[in-house]
């Protein structure tokens, strides 16, 4: 799983992982997925590590990318 370094001030992360571009953005105290580059509409996180931990695993379930 990727490390995550938010800062209290930062509502945004972003990283690439395994080849997938995986985000996650607070927004009124919810963070919210988006795998590469696609919002995750269904899907609501109290914290940014438990949003990035759910988009590694969805990761993890696809076929791996040639980066």
């Known amino acids: 799983m990727p490390r995550i370094e938010i800062m209290p001030d930062n509502d945004f992360w972003a990283d690439v992982y ?7 953005f607070n927004h009124h105290g919810r963070w919210h997925a988006y795998l590469d580059h696609m919002f995750q509409p269904n899907v609501v996180f109290a914290s940014a590590e438990n949003a990035v931990r759910w988009l590694a695993q969805r990761v993890d379930l696809t076929r791996p990318r040639i980066a």
Request: charged share 15%; glycine share 14%.
């Open 18 to 24: 395994r080849g997938h571009h995986i985000a996650v």
